[in-house]
């Protein structure tokens, strides 16, 4: 079944997770946004490489994230 979404509307975290289909979107300030297929090999190599560096930062400000090596739905509160 094909979703029916105005990508002008604001949407909120609890609307995305109803969202039910094969297309990969996001939201960015309550705003659909489309994304790209799956990764490609060279981005998830360039993906790896940064986890290693990144980790050791968050850790290095008193756990200020976990991160991970891996695609899923995730929200960041700024």
Known sequence: MELSLDINKRYSYAD??????????????GFIK???????PQHQEVSGN????VHIFSGMKINLADVFNS???SYIKC
């Open 16 to 29: 995305y997770y109803t969202w039910w289909d094969d297309k990969r979107r996001e939201l960015v300030n």
């Open 34 to 40: 489309m994304m790209s297929p799956a990764a490609v």
């Open 50 to 53: 940064l986890k290693v560096p």
């Open 71 to 73: 695609t899923f739905g």
